[in-house]
């Protein structure tokens, strides 16, 4: 028995910070990207064979994955595959996940795996694929749906919300819908057999039917032709599918718990090495509630904050409820308050910015402000 | 692999026990020992191979070579794992003719793997040694070596001269030919302390030790035989000074001084910037402080939780510090666990060791200013208190 993976890298995109780069290579949790999760899942469950499916903006991504080394994969036929519109058969207008699948044909072809896991970058976790598996297989269904209680709440639009019966077994399947609480989500990963997928596919696309959610799974079960089952992942599942979510959720790591379960849980989260230095903390700095990763140089005070790789707080700088990605230098007296800071941006001496809970400040990579 | 003829490879010295690092080396080669929040010694020497466009190391290992190995592996976090480069761990190993067995001595270590340096036929051979904290450009030194047209190159710093006689002194020309060489010199003639980074042109080195491995009474060591028998047989042997920072971190006094020296807004040892140091890295996520933690001047990798009082010191990746929990002026290598209201002053805590509620460890340094640094081993446990200078197996 084995399993190949498949990550959808941009099906979900928030807006500035997602302008120029995938979901996929979004920075998330001071080290990462969202990808890394993704890949530590797969691999950490011995898959080797991947692909990363991705409509544009995936340089950065390439760039962060590279040849897939850093979490033992190998790249080429049969290992890391990056499936861009370039490396695709042929429709580069997407318009859902089967069409996808479908211009990647070639590769699901490739090779003699047993089964397929797919996942979308937008959500988070630390999941042992290897037991997903396993249940799939038990269960005897076409589709195992990975689901999350809890997260339906009458408020949140959820892509892929079900309800199940007393015996747990499918009594309702909703998609785009804000479900109420007796509906458990789908964490957007999803386990299905390799051949039948790729038959399911090739019908799916030829009726001009593209949407996995709707289409195949939704009318599949609506239909009685695509049997589900469902698995129920009870770690910590950060949907960052908004940017006020990716705020909450980065937010959320402060706690300890969250934070256990996002990075430990179930395996380690690996992500490209960078060689920086550990931090330095300054002789009068104040540091408090924050998650810091290595190669800074904080002389400032930083509260309730992330502060990502090789990131520079300036004397008397104040930085309260913060997002400050790589390579970002704070300036001396500069006070932040609610701001996400992409990649190398600069703020200026004695600056003061403040968003709120809802709508962070974002500035955006390379700009000074 | 394929071997591709070299112009330059290196061999690096791991084999010594490090004794004078006392309860760290007990069950670790030094160059294994972890330095400055992520580091082991060894990685110093690596990166500056790396950084110098030397891309062939062979590391010789003898005593407790485990963790070395498995730290190395192949060599991928320097980039040595390629088609044309290596890291190849050198251990003794059994010959045909006997000629083998445990290395007898530094010269006898690069004796016995002349075959592992023939494979890449180079021109020249770097010697490095696994117990120095310096950030050196190896290349610069060949090419000084080649533009002197020398048989051995030997790199040199100034040393006080009340100190001269720890070190093996060379004694120069004006020109830096070296006329004479001396082992920890009673009175020493100059201030030139060898650092132990020798460039030798193969074939020289080569024909040196089969001669060294011939004499019986040889203890088959560079200082004391190679070098001076070169000399004496007439080579041209040149000087090659080096003035930034290079520390020998032998013992446990110089190593807590190099590790106090990154610290500071304009520290000694710039580990930072030009010249990266390169390490194995763990998957560990980002340092969380908390609200009741309080660092100044200090080093915190990663993977760690703060929530005590951090001063002046060292803290490595993957630490706990409980609340409440004072520590000041030491280094806590990798996987330490202080836990709430432990004070530890002025030592230097071991890997996966810990230090239990309310327990203290070391204090202030006498009026003497005499160092006196408390030192636990790889897993040690600190259960009431470890005196000023005192060691925890």
């Not at chain 1, 458990?184 to 039948?196: E, M, Q």
């Not at chain 1, 490209?272 to 800074?296: F, H, I, M, Q, W």
């Not at chain 2, 001269?164 to 009175?187: C, H, M, Q, W």
Request: aromatic residues 8%; glycine residues 10%; charged residues 25%.
């Amino acid at each position: 028995m084995s399993v190949m993976g498949i990550i959808f890298a941009n099906d979900v995109a928030i807006g500035e910070l997602t302008s120029k780069r995938t979901m996929a290579s979004l920075p998330f949790g001071g080290r990462y990207r969202q990808v890394d999760f993704h890949l530590a899942n797969l691999t950490a469950g011995g898959i080797r064979h991947l692909g990363i499916i991705s409509r544009y903006n995936y340089q950065s991504l390439m760039n962060h994955v590279g040849s897939g080394e850093e979490w033992g994969l190998e790249l080429g036929e049969g290992g890391l595959e990056y499936l861009t519109p370039y490396a695709m058969s042929s429709n580069a207008n997407y318009r859902g996940k089967l069409e996808n699948l479908h211009s990647a044909l070639d590769f699901l072809q490739y090779g003699d795996d047993d089964y397929i896991v797919m996942s979308d970058s937008a959500i988070l976790t630390n999941l042992d694929i290897p037991d997903v598996v396993a249940k799939h297989i038990a269960s005897g269904k076409d589709v195992t749906v990975v689901t999350k209680a809890g997260v339906a709440n009458g408020v949140k639009k959820l892509d892929l919300a079900l309800k199940l019966g007393e015996n747990g077994e499918v009594a309702d399947i909703v998609v785009d819908y804000v479900a109420p609480s007796d509906y458990v989500a789908s964490i957007d990963t999803f386990v299905v057999g390799r051949k039948w997928l790729v038959e399911q596919v090739k019908e799916y696309v030829a009726h001009n039917l593209y949407h996995l959610d709707r289409d195949l799974i939704l009318g599949g079960w609506q239909n009685g032709t695509v049997s589900i089952n469902t698995y129920a992942y009870e770690g910590v599942a950060l949907f960052n599918e908004s940017t006020a979510e990716y705020f909450a959720n980065s937010m959320a790591l402060l706690d300890k718990d969250t934070a256990y379960g996002i990075f430990r849980g179930h395996h380690d989260i690996y992500t490209k090495v960078r060689d920086r230095v550990p931090t330095y903390y300054g002789e009068n700095c104040e540091v408090e509630n924050s998650l810091v990763a290595d190669g800074g140089m904080i002389d400032g005070k930083v509260e309730d904050s992330i502060l990502f790789r090789q990131v520079t707080i300036g004397e008397d700088a104040e930085v309260e409820k913060c997002i400050i990605m790589n390579d970002t230098v704070v300036g001396e007296g500069a006070e932040l308050k609610y701001v996400i800071l992409d990649k190398n941006v600069t703020v200026r001496p004695g600056v003061k910015l403040c968003g709120d809970k809802e709508h962070p400040i974002i500035v955006k990579r390379g700009e000074t402000v | 692999m394929y071997f591709q003829k070299k112009r330059a490879i290196a061999m690096l010295l791991a084999g010594g026990q490090g004794s004078r690092l006392k309860v760290l080396t007990e069950k670790t080669a030094k160059p294994a020992v972890p330095f400055g929040g992520k580091y082991r010694i060894i990685d110093f020497p690596l990166s500056n191979c790396v950084n110098s466009g030397i891309d062939t190391v062979g590391i010789l290992t003898q005593y407790q070579p485990l963790e070395l190995n498995e730290y190395i592996g192949n060599g991928q976090p320097w980039g040595l794992n390629k088609t044309h480069s290596c890291a190849q761990v050198l251990p003794p190993y059994e010959r045909h003719d006997k000629k083998s067995g445990w290395y007898k001595g530094t010269a006898n270590a690069i004796y016995q793997n002349i075959d592992f340096i023939e494979r890449f036929d180079p021109d020249y051979v770097v010697i490095l040694s696994g117990d120095h904290i310096y950030k050196m450009d190896y290349d610069a030194m060949i090419k000084y070596h080649e533009e002197h047209n020398a048989s051995c190159t030997i790199a040199v710093r100034t040393v006080p001269l009340a100190e001269a006689s720890r070190f093996g002194i060379l004694n120069t020309n004006p020109d830096n030919s070296i006329y004479e060489f001396e082992e920890k010199p009673k009175v020493p003639k100059s201030t030139n302390a060898s650092m132990g980074i020798y460039v030798f042109n193969w074939k020289v080195l080569h024909d040196a030790l089969v001669a060294d491995e011939e004499d019986p009474n040889s203890s088959n060591d560079f200082g004391k035989n190679i070098i001076p028998n070169l000399l004496n047989a007439g080579h041209k042997m040149m000087a090659y000074n080096f003035d930034g920072y290079w520390k020998d971190v032998g013992t446990i006094d110089s190593l807590w001084e190099a590790n106090m020296e990154l610290l500071g807004k304009d520290p000694e040892f710039q580990i930072r910037g030009k010249n990266k140091i390169y390490a194995r890295n763990n998957a560990h996520p980002s340092s969380y402080i908390d609200t009741t933690a309080k660092i100044s001047n200090s080093f915190v990798a990663e993977g760690c939780e703060i929530r005590g009082t951090v001063k002046h010191s060292i803290i490595s990746v993957g630490c706990v510090i409980g609340k409440g929990a004072i520590v000041e002026d030491s280094v806590v290598m990798p996987g330490v666990v202080i836990e709430p209201g432990a004070i530890v002053r002025h030592a230097i805590l071991g890997e996966n060791s810990k230090v239990l509620s309310n327990a203290v460890v070391g204090g202030a340094f006498g009026p003497d200013d005499k160092k006196k640094i408390s030192v636990t081993a790889k897993n040690a446990v600190v259960e009431t208190v470890l005196l000023p200078g005192e060691m925890q197996s």
